[in-house]
């Protein structure tokens, strides 16, 4: 008990560590007690941050602030119909035409599991087989009760995203049209002494910004690419796949493998093992090499400073808490800590400040 005052005595003797604590727990109670209520918010600086860079290049070269950023919001709203009524409609058309086969993906299978105990009477046996099956039955009718239910509550889901619809766009316009104003007046409500708090900012600041568009980026390269070229393959389901190997990069070392299973599925279902199943598997295979090893480093060089271990951790923790924001979020809230444990003073440190100002002899000096 000692040990820990003298540690809290140390450690918050410093005012800039203090201001620094304070800020983060009040982020944290903002997060967690509001994080549903301001998830408007939140997406749309996420989609100002996208848009920032566009406006400040358009204001640096051609136009003033103000025309960079309806022109900018303009085509931002032009995206945001598209994916309405382009994306939207093609991506459920085919997640419905998905759905409407699996029960012949079911037959195909069983009857391929039934076959097994012919081809290999040593390793599995008829009753096992049987038994597979009977389990698999019952899960999925399981899985199907369970679609039932969430479409019944997904009204709510919808009449949340027309709110969303309408609520972002408004916010985006005013987060970019005023950034500067918004700025001052959350300044102004600072403590004067946080020179701490202002480094970690603008290091995390500067790796969010950096992270956001490099993945966005990342994401719509990825799923274009793998689009046209489930297109050209002829695989089924090109847009829905596509979608769900784009947003696959959102996690790290797992996305990828685990998006792997249904598109390698669609594909064997489609042409059984032949050369068109390898064709697709080998490009789908050479998108997520070039992924990896160019579009990552080109987009993400110096971004992120992360081991595996912590993205991984990072990405649970979050994505547990606050679901695809949280996964998506993931990396820079991992960034954040990072930055904030790098700037906490150590006990060398603060122990060294403390000798040093007792040691200071213009301390011990008063007026002659």
Partial sequence: MDLLKAWFRRTFSDPQVVNLGLFVLLGILLVVGLGSALAPVFASVVIAYLLEAMVTRLQGRYLSRLPAVI?????FLAVLVFLLFGL?????????????????????????LSQLPEKYPQMI??????????????ELGTWGQQLVGWSL????????LLIFLVVIPVLVFFLLKDK???IRWFVSYLPEDRHLVSSVWLDVERQIAKYIRGKVGEIVLVGAVTY??????????????????????LIPYVGAAVVTLPVALVAFFQWGLGWDFGYVIIAYAVIQALDGNLLVPLLFSEAVDLHPVAI??????????WGFWGVFFAIPLATLVQ???KAWPRNSEVIASSEDASADPARDVGPQ
């Fill in 180 to 182: 500067e104003l918004l």
């Fill in 71 to 75: 022109l900018v919001f303009l085509l």
């Fill in 312 to 321: 991984i951790v990072a990405i649970l923790v979050f994505g547990g808490l």
């Fill in 228 to 249: 046209v070229t489930f297109v050209i393959l002829g695989l089924q389901y090109s847009a829905l796949l596509a979608t769900l190997v784009g947003f696959s990069v």
């Fill in 88 to 112: 939207v409609p093609m991506l459920s058309r085919q997640l419905t035409q998905l759905v409407q086969q699996f029960p012949n993906y079911i037959s195909q299978g069983q009857a391929l």
């Fill in 339 to 341: 930055a904030i444990l």
């Fill in 125 to 138: 046996s008829a009753d096992q087989v049987h038994a597979v099956i009977g389990n698999l039955s019952s």
């Fill in 153 to 160: 509550s997904s009204v709510a889901s919808i009449v949340s």
